[in-house]
Nanobody, 118 residues
Framework: QVHLVESGGGLVEAGGSLKLSCAASGASIRNHDMAWFRQAPGKEREFVARISWEGGTTYADSLEGRFAIAIHNADNMVYLQMNNLKSEDTAVYYC????????????WGQGTQVTVSS
């Protein structure tokens, strides 16, 4: 069982940066794929970024290289660095985890709000 807690959200002006953190507990995430998703008001939850248990990364095409996901296995932490933020990045951001052998993300955090003012 992996328990995830996000932090680092807040209000930022367009063009600014934020770094989200995801603290995992209950089990090591070394053999887990970790990801960030987001859900904007009135929209479905969408994929943002993923880092595999082997360290490979994948990003949503719409991000245009502005975000970066990183993992620190020793501390059981996952990060999402968000640069050049736009109003359309406003959403609740969720951290998710799954064992590398699974297809569906099985563990989710409670989310952290990111609001970008234009």
């Amino acid at each position: 069982q992996v328990h995830l807690v996000e932090s680092g959200g807040g209000l930022v002006e367009a063009g600014g940066s934020l770094k989200l953190s995801c603290a995992a507990s209950g089990a090591s995430i070394r053999n887990h794929d970790m990801a960030w998703f987001r859900q904007a008001p009135g929209k479905e939850r969408e994929f943002v970024a993923r880092i595999s248990w082997e360290g490979g990364t994948t990003y949503a095409d719409s991000l245009e290289g502005r975000f970066a996901i990183a993992i620190h296995n020793a501390d059981n932490m996952v990060y999402l660095q968000m640069n050049n933020l736009k109003s359309e990045d406003t959403a609740v951001y969720y951290c998710a985890a799954k064992h590398y052998s699974l297809v569906t993300y099985t563990y989710w955090g409670q989310g952290t709000q990111v609001t970008v003012s234009s």
